[in-house]
């Protein structure tokens, strides 16, 4: 399907693995023009080869910075000042006890998986008003409409994005820009790769039983009985990119397996 989305440029932060990486593919695969984003140089540099390789007709870019750091983040604003598409996909998590979470960590994940994504989006979506069309994606959790109580400095997070989406969201009224977040359940990326492994290394089995077997074990309220794959991710942030998702304002879109038990 021809997504309509071809020489478009896209602004994709955390884009070196996981469900970063798998966004900036599937919107390269579309013919999206891809600024890679990570703190390694090494590791954009390598992605940015991969993709150009993949898909020639585009022109995936170096965006290398730490959008944690506001002369990082500065810098990456002045190479790129206008994008029509920001994913806002970076993000840290870990299992902790609340009685572990001290300020320190709560400014650690409110500065990395609010704030930086506050910027770039305060930054770029008056220049998508102006150029009337632009599309801003967050990338949030299960665990911001569910929290687990596994890890609270995650979880609060991204219910801010929620709340963020849909406040910005009333700023596009009557433009083609849309602010959305997607909500992803237990994602394979290559963390949870290593982790499943580790766990079942001393096993002859597949992978296949592997995940199987730990999905019925620790996440039994998973409809879909696997972990979701981050091109799933990727070709659902692809389709929101584009003119034909026009009509998701502010929205919540779960692609959670079936984890959230509620009905909205």
């Given at each position: 399907?021809d997504?309509?989305?071809k ?6 932060t ?6 970063g ?15 890679i ?16 390789a993949a ?10 910075a730490?959008?944690v ?6 810098a ?9 598409i920001l ?21 650690k ?16 979506l008056p ?22 109580g ?7 997070t ?7 989406s849909?406040?910005l969201?009333?700023?596009t ?21 290593q ?11 597949s ?12 996440v ?7 972990f ?9 942030t ?16 779960r ?10």
């Open positions: 399907m997504m309509g989305l020489n478009k440029t896209a602004l994709v955390g884009s070196t693995r996981g469900i990486k798998a966004i900036a593919l599937e919107l390269a695969r579309e013919g999206v023009h891809v600024l984003n990570g703190r390694n140089n090494d590791d954009v540099e390598r992605t940015v080869t991969e993709i150009q898909f020639p007709e585009t022109e995936p870019r170096n965006a290398t730490d959008l750091d506001s002369l990082q983040r500065e990456l604003f002045a190479n790129f000042p206008h994008v029509d994913v806002n996909s970076m993000g840290i998590y870990e299992i902790m006890s609340y009685d572990d979470v001290d300020d320190a960590v709560w400014e994940y409110f500065r990395t998986n609010f704030l930086a994504a506050n910027h770039l989006s305060k930054f770029y220049s998508m008003l102006s150029r009337e069309y632009g599309r801003i994606i967050f990338m949030a959790s299960e665990e911001a409409v569910m929290p687990s596994q890890m609270p400095q995650y979880g609060v991204k219910s801010m994005l929620l709340s963020l849909k406040s969201s009333k700023l009224r009557g433009a083609e820009v849309t602010v959305n977040t997607i909500l992803p359940g237990p994602t394979l990326s290559e963390n949870v790769l982790i499943i492994e580790s766990i079942y290394s001393n096993e002859e089995m992978f296949e039983a592997k995940e199987k077997d730990f999905m019925t074990r620790n039994p309220q998973s409809e879909i009985g696997r979701i794959r981050p091109e799933e991710i990727g070709r659902l692809a389709f929101l990119c584009s003119p034909m998702a026009s009509a998701f304002k502010g929205s919540p879109i692609m959670d397996g079936g984890m959230v038990p509620t009905i909205f």
